[in-house]
C-alpha cells in the first residue's frame, strides 16, 4: 500500500530547526520544505519529467517569504503543467527568458538597432535629424518601455503636446519614424503586429506648402539681389554653387575637394552622400569651375569647398544658403532647395528631355533598366544641360538674358 502523506501545518514550517545536516519535510504531491543546517528553508517541487523516468527538481524560494499555502498554489500550477507534459522547471526558465528578453528590448534599444539599418538609406545630415527628433520628442517618455508595452493610446499622448503647438509636419515625421521602428520590431520577431499603424490618423493632416521657389522669368532679379548682397565669399559661392549645379542644399554644403575631378571636369558625390544612396556624377561648367578658382585660394587646402565659418575643419551647414537667402528679403519666397524647383521649371519649358533633367536632378528612375542605360548615356546630355543651363545663369546675372529667352526651343 502507498505511503500517504501527512500535509505539513504551518507550526510545524515555523518550528522547523536546522540539524547537522540538511533535511527535508514532505507536505505531499511533490511539495517540499528544505532545511538547511544554517537554518534557511526553501520550497521545493520534486517531481518526474515528462516523456522520461529522469526526477526533477524545481525551486519555488524561501520560508517565509513564501507561506505555505502559497507554496501549495505553487504545486498546483506544476501539476498542471506536468498533466499537460509540460515541464514546470523549463517552463519557468522560458518564462523567465522571455522577462529577460522583454526588459532588455526597450523602445530606444529597439530604435537604434532600427538607425543602425536606417542611416545607410539616407544623408549623414539627415540621419541626424531623425535621430535627434526621437531623442527630443519620444525617448524621454517612451524610450525606457519595453516595446512589447507601447500601445497607441500611450504614444499619442506623449504626441499630443507637439500636436496642441500647431507643429503638425513634425507629428507627421514622428509618426511615420515611429512606424518604421514598429515595423522593425515585427520583422525581427520581437512583436507579433504593430500597434500605432493608424495613429497618424488621431492627428491633423499638415497643410501643403509648396517649396518656396522663383519663376523663371525672376532669376535675373535674383543674380542682382546675391551680387549686391553683403555676404561672406563662402556663402556667396555656395548659394551660386548649389544654383548651377543643381543639387541639394546638404550635397553642395558637404562638397569635398577630394570629390572634384577637373581632368574629366566633374563633381562625383559618392552614394553614402546622396539622399537615394546612389554615386552621382555632375558634369562642371565654365561657370562651376570659375567657382572652384575663386574658393581655391579660401578652402583648397582643407577638406571642404566650404568650410564652416566658426570650425574651418568642418562644412557649412546645408542652412546656410537659406538662412543668407531669408536675410537678402527671400523669406519665404525661396529656399536653397526650390533653386531645384527654378531649375527644373525653366529647363522644361526650354524643350530640355525629361528625363535627362531628372537625371540632373538625381533623382530614382524607377525602372533598373532604364537606370543602368541611362547612366552612360545621359552623362554627355547632362553635360549639354549643364553648359545651358549655367549660360542661362551667367547671362541673368549680366542682364544679358532678353526676357528669359522666351521661344528658344533646345533638345537636350
Not at 21 to 40: M, Q, T
Not at 131 to 157: N, Q, V, Y
Not at 368 to 378: D, L, Q, T
Not at 393 to 408: D, F, H, R, S, V
Request: charged letters at 30%.
Amino acid at each position: 500500500m502507498a505511503k500517504i502523506t501527512k500535509p505539513l501545518t504551518n507550526t510545524e514550517v515555523k518550528q522547523a530547526k536546522a540539524k547537522d545536516k540538511p533535511y527535508k519535510l514532505f507536505d505531499g504531491a511533490g511539495l517540499v520544505l528544505k532545511v538547511r543546517v544554517n537554518g534557511s528553508k526553501s520550497w521545493l517541487f520534486m517531481y518526474k519529467k515528462p516523456f522520461v523516468t529522469k526526477r526533477a527538481e524545481l525551486v519555488f524560494g524561501m520560508y517565509p517569504s513564501i507561506s505555505l499555502a502559497e507554496a501549495r498554489e505553487l504545486r498546483t500550477k506544476a501539476n498542471e503543467l506536468l498533466s499537460k507534459d509540460i515541464d514546470p522547471k523549463e517552463h519557468k526558465d522560458e518564462f523567465n527568458r522571455q522577462q529577460q528578453e522583454t526588459l532588455s528590448n526597450t523602445f530606444e534599444q529597439v530604435a537604434a538597432n532600427w538607425f543602425q539599418v536606417k542611416k545607410t538609406e539616407i544623408s549623414a545630415d539627415y540621419a541626424k535629424d531623425l535621430w535627434r527628433s526621437l531623442e527630443l520628442h519620444i525617448f524621454p517618455a517612451l524610450g525606457k518601455h519595453p516595446i512589447s508595452k507601447i500601445t497607441a493610446p500611450l504614444t499619442i499622448d506623449v504626441i499630443k503636446p507637439i500636436a496642441a503647438k500647431g507643429s503638425l509636419e513634425t507629428v507627421k515625421r514622428l509618426t511615420q519614424r515611429l512606424n518604421e521602428i514598429m515595423n522593425y520590431a515585427v520583422n525581427t520577431g520581437l512583436i507579433h503586429a504593430s500597434p500605432l499603424t493608424g495613429i497618424k490618423a488621431a492627428f491633423k493632416k499638415p497643410e501643403k506648402n509648396h517649396m518656396p521657389t522663383l519663376t523663371p522669368d525672376q532669376l535675373p532679379e535674383l543674380m542682382k539681389t546675391i551680387s549686391y548682397a553683403s555676404i561672406k565669399i563662402v556663402t556667396r559661392c555656395l548659394i551660386e554653387w548649389q544654383l548651377h549645379t543643381m543639387v541639394r542644399p546638404s550635397e553642395a554644403a558637404g562638397a569635398k575637394w577630394s570629390e572634384i575631378d577637373l581632368d574629366n571636369n566633374q563633381w562625383l558625390i559618392p552614394a553614402e552622400r546622396m539622399k537615394k544612396k546612389r554615386d552621382h556624377t555632375v558634369p562642371l561648367t565654365k561657370q562651376t569651375i570659375e567657382i572652384l578658382e575663386r574658393l581655391q585660394p579660401i578652402s583648397g587646402h582643407r577638406e571642404y569647398l566650404f568650410p564652416a565659418d566658426r570650425d574651418p575643419k568642418r562644412h557649412a551647414n546645408e542652412s546656410t544658403a537659406n538662412a543668407a537667402l531669408k536675410r537678402m528679403g527671400y523669406h519665404k519666397k525661396l529656399v536653397a532647395h526650390g533653386m531645384r524647383a527654378l531649375a527644373s521649371t525653366t529647363l522644361n519649358e526650354q524643350g530640355f528631355d525629361g528625363d535627362v533633367i531628372e537625371a540632373a536632378l538625381a533623382h530614382i528612375d524607377q525602372n533598373e533598366v532604364r537606370r543602368a542605360y541611362n547612366r552612360a548615356e545621359y552623362l554627355e546630355r547632362r553635360r549639354k544641360l549643364m553648359y545651358w543651363w549655367s549660360e542661362h545663369i551667367e547671362q541673368a546675372q549680366t542682364g544679358k538674358l532678353n526676357k528669359y529667352n522666351k521661344g528658344l526651343k533646345i533638345i537636350g
